[in-house]
């Protein structure tokens, strides 16, 4: 069933998290961050930083960071079966770092499909703040719907 492009301007419910040292040290090491500013407190001082940075794609951890990540696709009708990643983009605007708490706030931007309606498309953007009420990023991705007519 087509996606209904009523969703778009949809917003998704925010959520906000602490940033942990060792939340982050953790997804350093599970995306091959060597660079000791990733992990060890001291070094990351060293390079101007007041504590560990949160290393890149970070935030895609943050807008999951619910009890249900998907529930917003399965609200707009969305079989999470047919769900595949397609893309996503990171414009960064300030550093954040342990000790900070963040905020996502996401929005459904577009809906189109391509191929007659076999692949459907959800673009959806997801801007992220700290406690001071600075922007920090903005996430960009793209989630792919196989449609009616799609192969298995």
Known sequence: MPIDAS????????????????RLRLFAKATGQT????????AARAAGHPDLPVPPTFFCALQNERPDPFDWL???????????HGEQG?????MAHAGDVLT???????VY????GALQFIARTTVVGNDAGDRVAKLSDLVV???????S
């Not at 990171?90 to 300030?94: L, N, P, R």
């Not at 996502?104 to 577009?110: K, L, M, Q, S, T």
């Not at 719907?145 to 192969?151: D, F, L, Q, T």
């Open 35 to 42: 660079d000791p500013v990733y992990h060890d407190v001291e």
């Open 90 to 94: 990171f414009t960064y605007h300030s």
């Open 113 to 116: 499909s391509k191929k007659g």
């Open 145 to 151: 719907v196989r449609g009616e007519g799609a192969g």
């Open 74 to 84: 399965t609200a707009i009708g969305v079989d999470l079966g047919d769900v595949l």
């Open 7 to 22: 969703v778009i301007g949809m917003e998704i419910p925010a959520v906000t998290m602490p940033v942990e040292r060792g």
């Open 104 to 110: 996502a706030r996401g929005r459904i931007e577009d």
